[in-house]
């Protein structure tokens, strides 16, 4: 047996010891074992940028769940680590820092010196990550941890970019792309977030070329862009301006000649009617302009300022150019009117500044071919969302999807492959560095500027982490992976994207399971945000209440893929639960004679109750696991622990253990002990440190509980007669208790039971267990049929008690001083009938009923008649005095 327990429940003491001990003795290794099967999952892996918040807490906490639970039912479990280094995420804070510490931008240093830092940065923050991650007791192999930037990975993300290259899948072309002017670079489509904001629609007059006093009038929310425009197009069927179509109009404030062209695209309900085309601002005005050889001339550089060579606009910021060329619009009379828009707004979902569209020469991966066993997967149930809600989002996403903008103007991240040549124009791309042309064999050739998206190299992490492209046995082993648990945010920034590389790359969808799980909100169900300052730091909750405490209140009363609310004061509640798992261990632990576990053949009938209830918990939780319901799982432990073990069976046995038959003394150790064993088992994956700590004070074989069989139902353990028998008791129990607290009855006042009942046999062998726990003086048993009616009980002075199965009478005058009840009964009765006489009075009122809200006067009637019933039963109380 191991140490005693201290008497108070202390996790910063216990926690960092019991993870040390944990990681000392290998426990978190993932071992490839011929004679077991695999479990895998690949852990989200956090950003480089700092600080773990409680989504972040969400996730590990849920990932660490399945991974104990599977290490436990016996398969070869393994959760890898690691941690993405985000580009645009970590670059920007890198910056901030160089900028705000030195006053220095990254071309000051350049990018060696530049990257250099940034490394530094990962070197520092990443260790912090780690450091967090164990506090909350995650059971990851770290031995394993990877980075999405370690050369093992870096030359996955090579192999896959030349391999999609060399199938005509990546290609470089000039397109509208998403761009964020802050943080200076290209953005995919699932990196802009659409917000509806206030705006203005401008109705302006573009001259008719040669025709005095002619004009068409275009409506745009943007002015700013109309500097690029190169033509106004109009639908073919509108009458309006079908005479329009082939003449030129002048472009005002610039003074262009543009073409009036007619497309389907153009929407004849909007504005006007007329729409200017933008085609190096618009991606649907590139596409019209494709169509009909519009000039493509971008006015707005990487800054989100206006080019040189538009006078007094050049140099200024979009905004500021929209004012200015507003204002002169309206001096040179070309500005109709302004009318409120309200309109959907791409921003940034790093930064949340306006994103702006712009044309510009970017890589790209062809989506329309890989979209297509990504969909089949799904579709066919090879990877099921759960909830399923969600692979209706997946689906509606990837078959609409556009080809993925893959390169960013950043220097931290993986630079792209392509190297173009000085001489012949030509691009060599290799997953090796090149020393000369693949075409001419020049050695005048220059590496392309840009990175690759971080999500391009995280589409491949269940697979790179395991050593792919290399065909390692852990990769034949490990791979497929089981469950990837995520957030239903980045479903389209990481999910779709593993999926379709897994396919593409390895033939295998990357996991047959997607668990997504909701938002972490704060109290008032908003989401935490730097902004609102609402931020729940996991770290501190766990210092606070300890790590279980806050994993608990996590995984309960959550559903996947719903939002929770995380409220500190259920941190509170589960630290109780632990100290009251902690002093049930305590009392169990100070009584223990026994030195070895071994149920005794002999069981009383409270043994075979506890017995018999955990063999049905056991299946139940084993259910709710493996069909993921993991809160569901967690509360039906926390009702057993609570209810049935701690408040009830444990009394059941202090008789026994305080009694001198040595016999019964031991019987009653070995079945304590061994349902305590079982569910910390049951516990151990939800509450681990807790759980391991008190399983290391009992008796137990082998080192660690993390390693622990799972619990599993024994038949011969079953006793639904005994189960049954056991709830009657204890349902009479409560409802004896709970008519002696109304009465104000202190336990001390023992009173005679009469338990008229059909099941005789049950309360005579629980009679015992009444007398002990329902303060009972003697208890005696009889059958309904040869019961006194309750009305001569009654008169008798006794107070009766209903249960399911029984009608129990106690003598009023054993519990309470009769002429102090009648008293203190007749003083409330007159104040009940005081408030119904207000009510009535009220409700008897027409004015009152006329005018007060229905549902006022709804509760009062409601009220009016609850007060009916309660002074009838209170009348009956006082006539049973006398």
């Known amino acids: 047996m191991g140490k005693e327990l201290p008497k108070a429940y202390e996790p910063q003491e216990v926690e960092g010891r019991i993870y040390e001990m944990w990681e000392k003795g290998g426990c978190f290794q993932g071992h490839r074992d011929p004679d077991k099967k695999p479990f895998?999952?690949?852990?989200?892996?956090?950003?480089?940028?700092?600080?773990?918040?409680?989504?972040?807490?969400?996730?590990?906490?849920?990932?660490?769940?399945?991974?104990?639970?599977?290490?436990?039912?016996?398969?070869?479990?393994?959760?890898?680590?690691?941690?993405?280094?985000?580009?645009?995420?970590?670059?920007?804070?890198?910056?901030?820092?160089?900028?705000?510490?030195?006053?220095?931008?990254?071309?000051?240093?350049?990018?060696?010196?530049?990257?250099?830092?940034?490394?530094?940065?990962?070197?520092?923050?990443?260790?912090?990550?780690?450091?967090?991650?164990?506090?909350?007791?995650?059971?990851?192999?770290?031995?394993?941890?990877?980075?999405?930037?370690?050369?093992?990975?870096?030359?996955?993300?090579?192999?896959?970019?030349?391999?999609?290259?060399?199938?005509?899948?990546?290609?470089?072309?000039?397109?509208?792309?998403?761009?964020?002017?802050?943080?200076?670079?290209?953005?995919?489509?699932?990196?802009?977030?659409?917000?509806?904001?206030?705006?203005?629609?401008?109705?302006?007059?573009?001259?008719?070329?040669?025709?005095?006093?002619?004009?068409?009038?275009?409506?745009?929310?943007?002015?700013?862009?109309?500097?690029?425009?190169?033509?106004?197009?109009?639908?073919?069927?509108?009458?309006?301006?079908?005479?329009?179509?082939?003449?030129?109009?002048?472009?005002?404030?610039?003074?262009?000649?543009?073409?009036?062209?007619?497309?389907?695209?153009?929407?004849?309900?909007?504005?006007?009617?007329?729409?200017?085309?933008?085609p190096?601002?618009?991606?649907?005005?590139?596409?019209?302009?494709?169509?009909?050889?519009?000039?493509?001339?971008?006015?707005?550089?990487?800054?989100?300022?206006?080019?040189?060579?538009?006078?007094?606009?050049?140099?200024?910021?979009?905004?500021?150019?929209?004012?200015?060329?507003?204002?002169?619009?309206?001096?040179?009379?070309?500005?109709?009117?302004?009318?409120?828009?309200?309109?959907?707004?791409?921003?940034?979902?790093?930064?949340?500044?306006?994103?702006?569209?712009?044309?510009?020469a970017q890589w790209f991966v062809k989506m329309e071919p890989l979209a297509k066993e990504a969909l089949r997967v799904v579709r066919e149930g090879?990877?099921?969302?759960?909830?399923?809600?969600?692979?209706?989002?997946?689906?509606?996403?990837?078959?609409?999807?556009?080809?993925?903008?893959?390169?960013?103007?950043?220097w931290w991240g993986h630079r792209i492959p392509a190297w173009t040549c000085d001489e012949c124009g030509k691009l060599t791309v290799s997953e090796t560095d090149p020393t000369q042309c693949c075409h001419c064999h020049s050695h005048n050739i220059h590496q392309e500027e840009d990175v690759l998206d971080t999500w391009f190299s995280s589409a491949l992490w269940p697979f790179s982490t395991l050593g792919w492209p290399e065909q390692t046995e852990d990769l034949k082993y490990?791979?497929?992976?089981?469950?990837?648990?995520?957030?239903?945010?980045?479903?389209?920034?990481?999910?779709?994207?593993?999926?379709?590389?897994?396919?593409a790359h390895t033939g295998k969808a990357p996991f047959h399971t997607v668990l997504i799980h909701g938002l972490v909100r704060d109290d008032k169900g908003r989401k935490m945000s730097k902004s609102l300052g609402n931020g729940v730091d996991p770290l501190v909750v766990a210092e606070q209440y300890g790590a279980d405490a806050l994993r608990f209140n996590l995984v309960t009363g959550n559903s996947p893929g719903n939002d929770m609310r995380f409220l500190p004061e259920r941190c509170e509640a589960m630290r109780n639960f632990a100290n009251k798992i902690w002093n049930a261990s305590r009392f169990v632990q100070m009584n223990l004679t026994i030195g070895k576990v071994a149920l005794p053949r002999e069981l009383t009938m409270e043994d075979k109750w506890i017995l018999s209830k955990l063999n049905a918990l056991i299946p139940a939780v084993t259910e709710n696991m493996d069909s993921y319901e993991l809160g569901v799982a967690a509360q039906k432990v926390y009702d057993f622990i609570w209810d049935d073990y701690c408040d009830w069976y444990i009394e059941f046995t202090k008789s026994r253990l305080q009694g001198e038959d040595e016999s019964a003394k031991e019987q009653a150790q070995q079945v304590l002990?061994?349902?305590?064993?079982?569910?910390?088992?049951?516990?151990?994956?939800?509450?681990?440190?807790?759980?391991?700590?008190?399983?290391?004070?009992?008796?137990?074989?082998?080192?660690?509980?993390?390693?622990?069989?799972?619990?599993?139902?024994?038949?011969?353990?079953?006793?639904?007669?005994?189960?049954?028998?056991v709830d009657l008791i204890i349902e009479a129990t409560r409802a004896i208790r709970g008519k002696r607290s109304e009465l104000n009855v202190p336990p001390s006042k023992k009173a005679h039971l009469t338990i008229a009942t059909a099941e005789t046999a049950v309360f005579e062998q629980g009679a015992p267990l009444l007398k002990r726990l329902a303060w009972a003086s003697d208890v005696t048993v009889t059958a309904v049929a040869e019961a006194a009616g309750s009305d001569e009980m009654r008169k008798q002075g006794m107070v009766e008690v209903v249960t399911f199965a029984a009608?129990?009478?106690?003598?009023?005058?054993?519990?309470?001083?009769?002429?102090?009840?009648?008293?203190?009964?007749?003083?409330?009765?007159?104040?009940?009938?005081?408030?119904?006489?207000?009510?009535?009075?009220?409700?008897?009122?027409?004015?009152?009923?006329?005018?007060?809200?229905?549902?006022?006067?709804?509760?009062?009637?409601?009220?009016?008649e609850e007060l009916r019933g309660l002074i009838a039963r209170l009348e009956e109380s006082v006539a049973s005095l006398g």
């Open 280 to 360: 190096a601002h618009d991606p649907n005005d590139f596409e019209v302009g494709l169509r009909h050889n519009l000039e493509t001339i971008r006015v707005l550089d990487d800054n989100g300022k206006v080019v040189e060579g538009y006078g007094k606009y050049s140099g200024m910021d979009r905004y500021e150019a929209r004012k200015a060329i507003v204002a002169d619009l309206e001096a040179g009379g070309y500005l109709v009117k302004v009318e409120e828009h309200q309109h959907n707004v791409g921003t940034c979902y790093r930064c949340h500044s306006d994103v702006e569209p712009l044309i510009s």
């Open 382 to 410: 090879e990877t099921k969302f759960v909830p399923d809600r969600f692979s209706k989002t997946y689906i509606n996403w990837m078959e609409n999807v556009r080809d993925w903008c893959i390169s960013r103007q950043l």
């Open 807 to 864: 009608r129990i009478f106690m003598p009023l005058a054993e519990l309470v001083d009769l002429a102090e009840e009648k008293k203190r009964l007749e003083k409330e009765l007159a104040a009940r009938k005081n408030e119904l006489a207000g009510l009535e009075s009220r409700l008897n009122n027409p004015s009152f009923v006329s005018k007060a809200p229905a549902q006022v006067v709804e509760g009062q009637r409601s009220r009016a």
């Open 478 to 503: 490990f791979y497929p992976t089981d469950v990837l648990v995520t957030g239903y945010d980045i479903i389209f920034f990481w999910v779709a994207r593993m999926i379709f590389s897994g396919c």
């Open 40 to 278: 895998t999952i690949v852990m989200p892996p956090p950003n480089v940028t700092g600080q773990l918040h409680m989504g972040h807490a969400m996730d590990c906490t849920l990932q660490d769940i399945l991974t104990r639970f599977k290490r436990m039912e016996g398969y070869a479990a393994l959760w890898v680590p690691g941690a993405d280094h985000a580009g645009i995420a970590t670059q920007i804070k890198v910056e901030e820092a160089l900028r705000e510490n030195e006053g220095l931008s990254r071309y000051d240093l350049g990018r060696e010196k530049f990257l250099e830092r940034v490394w530094e940065w990962k070197h520092k923050y990443g260790a912090r990550i780690v450091e967090q991650q164990k506090k909350l007791g995650v059971s990851c192999d770290w031995d394993r941890a990877r980075f999405t930037m370690d050369e093992g990975l870096s030359k996955a993300v090579r192999h896959v970019f030349v391999s999609l290259y060399e199938k005509g899948l990546i290609y470089k072309g000039s397109r509208i792309i998403n761009w964020c002017p802050h943080c200076v670079t290209a953005l995919s489509d699932a990196e802009v977030e659409y917000k509806d904001k206030p705006g203005n629609l401008w109705h302006i007059r573009y001259p008719i070329q040669g025709e005095k006093d002619k004009y068409v009038i275009v409506a745009t929310t943007r002015p700013e862009t109309m500097l690029g425009d190169t033509g106004v197009a109009v639908n073919p069927n509108d009458e309006r301006y079908r005479d329009m179509v082939g003449k030129k109009c002048i472009l005002p404030l610039v003074g262009r000649e543009m073409p009036i062209v007619a497309d389907e695209y153009v929407d004849v309900e909007f504005g006007t009617g007329c729409v200017k085309m933008t």
């Open 673 to 725: 002990c061994y349902v305590l064993t079982e569910m910390l088992k049951l516990l151990h994956p939800f509450m681990p440190f807790i759980t391991e700590e008190i399983w290391q004070s009992l008796p137990h074989e082998g080192d660690y509980l993390m390693l622990q069989k799972w619990p599993e139902a024994k038949k011969e353990l079953d006793f639904p007669a005994e189960e049954k028998a």
